[in-house]
């Protein structure tokens, strides 16, 4: 371990990336701290720390940013919602988006100026119903003789902040090391752990610190390793599908003949479903403190939080839409068996063409039906085993948190290793 640390400060390419990943996200975090102009901070925090699930799971996501009411107050969750609906268009909804998607790198650059544009309007969005919704939703008042020209510069502010972290993301993409915006919401998470474990020892300790609240506490601490040993068995597993490919002769020289492998991913699509199913779930009660107090809208706000029976049917029907939706947007069975008969390639006992394409189809749904169930299960397994311990709801969140704090952190250490690979050095996983 320490040899590969040492390894990866010798790679220059290497050390200046991490480095740039590091100072972007010190910036993150002191705007966390910057609060907006005119709104009483510490009233908010004080409501804040009593408030419901599904606002403790906003200011999980934004690092403490929402409950501080500052500039990265609404986070990047417009953004994932902007290309949760630019992905969905892309697939044949909206004819010129379908035909940019096919145009490789230049196409994707048209649908990322899209997404852009899409997260400035719901950012202005998110950012009125946040200032309007905060405003109104404990019963007091954080915005002193507010109007609705105050309400429209916060969310200017809010939008502003959010199209920053985006740009902050898109830096990390291109010159730093892993994807952006999903370190950024790792950086959030990872800010909030010693929040979690102070509230866990008040709840459980600095009250009664007798032998049965340790044993609940070594309970607590058994059951997220073994959900960090489950997430990674989850994340690192593959189902090779053997090809061989046929023997050419393309002049004196002979091609092909060798054998090799298709690896498909249990779980192909990562932590992308989990970040798209909050967000969605998470639009509606945005759109309803808009009109909060009125009775569709307290039905709305009520009904849809985490840890009610709607909510959580909605949570992992989305998550294992999103599952199945991401993967076949990233793995298409056609075009890859496509691939294959071209190439001269073919999986023993199927015959190449649409018997391949439908092996590939069958194969990837029954992988993915299994990654999907694993993230649906991971992610409700906290709240269930947290309101069974009798945790705060704050805590009760931990199981969305982990699975994507744990997915990143793999994703972001094998690009590390295949950098480390590349240039003859030990990694973490190989030795």
Do not use: C
């Not at 593959?238 to 060798?258: D, E, N, S, T």
């Not at 311990?389 to 994507?404: D, F, K, R």
């Amino acid at each position: 371990m320490f040899t590969t640390v040492s390894n990866i400060w010798k790679v220059q390419d290497l050390r200046r990336r991490i480095l740039f990943t590091l100072f972007v996200l010190l910036i993150y975090r002191i705007g966390a701290f910057i609060p907006v102009p005119g709104v009483d901070t510490e009233t908010l925090k004080a409501a804040g720390s009593s408030s419901e699930s599904l606002f403790g799971l906003l200011n999980t996501f934004s690092g403490g940013a929402l409950f501080n009411f500052s500039i990265f107050a609404i986070g990047i969750t417009p953004y994932i919602t902007a290309s949760i609906i630019v992905q969905l268009l892309s697939m044949d909804v909206i004819p010129k988006f379908a035909e940019w998607a096919k145009q490789g790198e230049d196409g994707k650059k048209k649908l990322a100026q899209i997404t852009r544009y899409g997260t400035v309007i719901l950012g202005l969005v998110q950012g009125l119903a946040t200032a309007i919704g905060f405003n109104r939703m404990y019963g007091i008042t954080i915005i002193e003789n507010a109007n609705f020209v105050d309400y429209l510069v916060i969310a200017i502010i809010l939008t502003a902040g959010t199209a920053f972290l985006m740009w902050l993301g898109e830096q990390i993409t291109e010159k730093g090391i892993g994807n952006g915006i999903s370190i950024i919401i790792f950086a959030a998470i990872v800010a909030g752990l010693p929040g979690h474990i102070r509230t866990i020892y008040a709840s459980e300790l600095a009250t009664d610190a007798s032998f049965m609240n340790y044993i609940k506490v070594l309970l607590i601490l058994l059951v997220v390793i073994l959900m960090i040993v489950g997430v990674i068995f989850i994340q690192q597993g593959i189902r090779k599908i053997p090809v061989q490919y046929a023997k050419r002769v393309v002049g004196r020289k002979m091609y092909g003949g060798q054998s090799t492998h298709i690896p498909m991913k249990v779980n192909g699509a990562g932590v992308i479903p989990v970040i798209f199913a909050i967000s969605l779930l998470m639009f509606p009660v945005t759109i309803a403190n808009f009109w909060s107090g009125k009775v569709w809208a307290n039905w709305v706000i009520e009904n849809l939080k985490y840890d009610q029976p709607l909510g959580m049917v909605l949570y992992v029907l989305l998550i294992v839409g999103f599952t199945f939706f991401y993967t076949f947007v990233q793995i298409n069975p056609v075009q890859m068996a496509d691939q294959m008969k071209k190439n001269g390639g073919y999986i023993p006992g199927i015959r190449p063409g649409k018997p391949t394409s439908s092996y590939l189809t069958r194969v990837l749904t029954r992988i993915t039906l299994a990654g999907a169930t694993f993230l649906a299960v991971i992610s409700l397994f906290p709240v269930l085993f947290g309101s069974l311990a009798g945790l705060p709801t704050s805590v009760q969140l931990g199981g969305t948190s982990l699975l994507i704090v744990v997915g990143v952190a793999l994703d972001t250490m094998k690009q590390i290793e295949s950098q480390l690979i590349k240039r003859h050095y030990k990694g973490f996983i190989n030795k």
